[in-house]
């Protein structure tokens, strides 16, 4: 195991700038690194002996990658459709970025 390779808690970040008080309170405990890029926060993993960054975006777009092909192979069936839902308490930057993470997953996004 590696925390320092070990993402979560991406949706503390989707939607925020890295400057954000939550933002900065919370990379106080993470073992991952999150750095700034441009105002907004990327995760640094090392990721095939290379530094990558992805922004949270791609991180919850990849959960939801993985939760379609998960739930096809137990439905034995390709799932197309999904509902995702955000907080009550998100901001328009974070239901937008959420939205994003949805697009980049491929998923069709209704309202």
């Known amino acids: 195991m590696n925390p320092s390779n070990t993402v979560f808690d991406?949706?503390?970040l989707i939607g925020r700038k890295f400057d954000d008080p939550k933002i900065q309170q919370d990379?106080?405990?993470w073992p991952f690194k999150?750095?700034?890029d441009n105002g907004k926060p990327k995760i640094q993993v090392e990721f095939k002996?290379?530094?990558?960054?992805?922004?949270?975006?791609?991180?919850?777009?990849?959960v939801l990658t993985k939760m379609k092909?998960?739930?096809s192979a137990f439905l034995g069936n390709?799932?197309?459709?999904a509902v995702i839902t955000?907080?009550?308490?998100?901001n328009?930057?974070?239901?937008?970025?959420?939205k994003d993470a949805g697009t980049i997953a491929g998923k069709s996004l209704t309202r």
């Open 27 to 29: 990379l106080k405990h």
């Open 69 to 71: 092909e998960t739930a």
């Open 92 to 98: 328009d930057s974070q239901r937008q970025a959420t």
């Open 49 to 62: 002996s290379e530094k990558k960054r992805f922004a949270p975006e791609e991180i919850s777009s990849m």
């Open 78 to 81: 390709d799932v197309r459709d």
């Open 86 to 90: 955000v907080p009550a308490y998100f």
């Open 34 to 36: 999150v750095v700034n």
């Open 10 to 12: 991406a949706k503390r």
